[in-house]
């Protein structure tokens, strides 16, 4: 990557897994009756033939890993397993008396956190078969989890295999002792080796490793030993995530500070011996941050123009319709969306009136759903097309002339009703959509909201 197009281009950015994105959502939230007619009505039309998604949330951790961005809870007291479990299925009847007398057809399910592991086989296992009571699965479903590998045992595996489960994504980050000491990870790779053969042995179908670069500590050296670990273990795909380090929102990363974290270039520098090992090793750059075998279904997606993005990240599973179950998940009708409460409380609280317990959401303007095709259509297949009718607008066009710069550096081609990433241009696909972002444009933020875009 040429180093003078990332100090140009490497600015603070969203990673688009919805549009507008979270901090552009409207102010007032939709009215609960108006969620459950923008639900209601994308279920009436894609059910059949779709499918809907879940996604599960389980704040739950023993321990902070002190890199998280994510929504959690910790502690050591597991007796919280069964209220919350009881709580996320009362959260799905509700969604059931949405969907009226149809059952829904489950497409895919997502257990995230948090960690999922959290909780034991047995309530993990109880937990899917009271979902799936209500509901008929897709015969092309796909269920998958995230594991720890500290705490994931041969029992989880067999539990949530038994109830239809044939993904996994395993927790890896990375395998230097002390990154891991410094972000509070305690796991090794004899663990993670376990996990994946295991997960092979009982029939898993496709295994996923979440690594990281940019954490506190890391140089070129010990990652590339990391990645040549993760490589010998053959997963089917690995999350390639950049760290993205926002102690202003997560207050646990003040453990360490930018100083212990490699600047730009040394992060530039992991990034790139890391991508050309991957590649070197059959591993295909299907998008942001996601490499893939091409035996697995990610790549095929990828290959065949069926690749998704959503909530979950890159999919490839289309639906329209997204449902997020329990603290801070994040439900996605088409149309609009919602937030559930972030707290464990609040949540409880308003399930215990009946209701369903988001406290933030937004209902798409037809600005907001053109520029979101577009915007899903550049994450996914670094192009996207019009015919300049009802696929064009204002904020579109104006997109269009922000990216002049953009076609100059070679990053991007334009050419009449289409516009193409170049290889050259792949890094900076968050840039590309930036400049798609209407609303971020109309309200410039004056902190810093999102993390750096390389």
Not at 346 to 365: D, I, M, N, T, W
Not at 383 to 395: K, P, Q, S
Not at 397 to 408: A, P, T
Request: glycine share 8%.
């Amino acid at each position: 990557m040429d180093h003078n197009l990332l100090q140009k281009y490497n600015v603070p950015g969203p990673r688009y897994t919805s549009y507008p994105t979270v901090p552009y959502w409207q102010k007032t939230p939709p009215t609960a009756e108006r969620w459950g007619e923008l639900v209601s009505d994308t279920f009436a039309v894609t059910n059949s033939k779709q499918g809907i998604s879940l996604y599960i949330h389980i704040p739950f951790c023993e321990s902070l890993c002190t890199y998280c961005g994510c929504n959690t809870r910790i502690t050591v007291n597991h007796k919280v397993e069964r209220p919350y479990m009881e709580a996320l299925l009362k959260e799905w009847a509700l969604y059931l008396q949405v969907f009226g007398d149809t059952r829904p057809l489950i497409r895919e399910i997502h257990i995230g956190g948090g960690t999922p592991t959290f909780f034991s086989p047995a309530h993990l296992k109880e937990l899917i078969n009271g979902i799936l009571a209500g509901a008929d699965v897709h015969p092309q479903a796909e269920f998958s989890f995230e594991a720890h590998p500290g705490n994931t045992t041969d029992e989880h595996l067999e539990a949530l295999y038994e109830v239809g489960f044939r993904r996994v994504s395993i927790g890896v980050q990375d395998f230097n002792p002390l990154v891991l000491e410094i972000i509070n990870r305690h796991q090794t790779y004899d663990q993670v080796k376990h996990l994946t053969e295991k997960a092979r042995e009982l029939g898993y179908t496709s295994v996923n490793f979440d690594v990281v670069y940019g954490l506190p500590q890391q140089k070129v050296c010990s990652m590339t030993t990391t990645i040549f670990q993760v490589i010998n273990l053959r997963p089917d795909r690995i999350a390639f995530y950049s760290y993205a380090h926002v102690p202003w929102v997560k207050p646990g990363q003040r453990r360490f500070t930018e100083e212990d974290l490699p600047d730009s270039m040394k992060k530039l520098a992991i990034y790139e011996t890391c991508r050309g090992a991957l590649e070197m090793a059959g591993y295909v750059d299907i998008g942001m941050d996601h490499f893939s075998l091409k035996t697995d279904g990610l790549y095929k997606a990828f290959a065949e123009g069926r690749l998704h993005r959503n909530f979950m990240g890159y999919t490839d599973t289309q639906t329209a319709l997204l449902v997020g179950l329990g603290t801070s998940a994040i439900s996605d009708a088409w149309w609009g969306y919602v937030q559930n409460e972030k707290g464990v409380e609040a949540y409880y609280k308003r399930l215990e009136a009946g209701e369903l317990p988001f406290f933030r959401g937004h209902v798409q303007s037809r600005e907001d759903l053109i520029l979101r095709r577009h915007i899903q259509r550049i994450m996914c297949n670094f192009e996207t097309r019009w015919d300049g009718t009802g696929d064009v607008c204002g904020g579109f066009y104006d997109g269009l002339e922000r990216l002049e710069e953009m076609e100059k550096d070679g990053l991007i081609e334009i050419n009449p009703f289409h516009l193409r990433v170049t290889e050259k241009g792949k890094s900076f696909v968050r840039n590309v959509c930036m400049a798609f972002d209407a609303r971020l444009w109309a309200d410039i933020p004056q902190t810093t909201l999102f993390s750096q875009t390389i």
